[in-house]
């Protein structure tokens, strides 16, 4: 079992930028791959962001590729996500989630660990 905590969730201006962090509990931390993903009211939880164990791989949807950006601190049990030029459509409960396989996937089925999630808000 690990834990998830997501935080940095809040409300921004379109155009405007938003750092989201993830902090993990336990020993096994590097050997998880990690991923972003949210939901939005109405809609269907999509994979936004998603980084290999080791951090030599990331993957991004289409909608926020060029935009967000995924990055891990395994010495410190970090994840994070650099999201940037956010639009209303970004408006979104973000989560934080593990696959201790270590393979990134886009299917949220795949992860066996989650936060609670951080409500990012976009107005303008």
């Known amino acids: 079992q690990v834990d998830l905590v997501e935080s940095g969730g809040g409300l921004v201006q379109a155009g405007g930028s938003l750092k989201l962090s993830c902090g993990a509990s336990?020993?096994?931390?590097?050997?998880?791959?990690m991923a972003w993903l949210r939901q939005a009211p109405g809609k269907e939880r999509e994979f936004v962001a998603g980084?290999?164990?080791?951090?030599?791989?990331?993957f991004y949807s289409d909608s926020v590729k060029g935009r967000f950006s995924i990055s891990r601190d395994n010495g410190k049990n970090m994840v994070y996500l650099q999201m940037g030029n956010l639009s209303l459509e970004d408006t979104a409960i973000y989560y934080c989630?593990?696959?201790?396989?270590?393979?990134?996937?886009?299917?949220?089925?795949?992860?066996?660990?989650w936060g609670q999630g951080t409500q990012v808000t976009v107005v303008g």
């Open positions: 989630a593990a696959n201790r396989v270590g393979i990134v996937e886009q299917n949220g089925e795949s992860y066996h660990y």
């Open positions: 336990g020993q096994f931390f590097s050997r998880y791959a």
């Open positions: 980084v290999s164990y080791s951090g030599r791989a990331t």
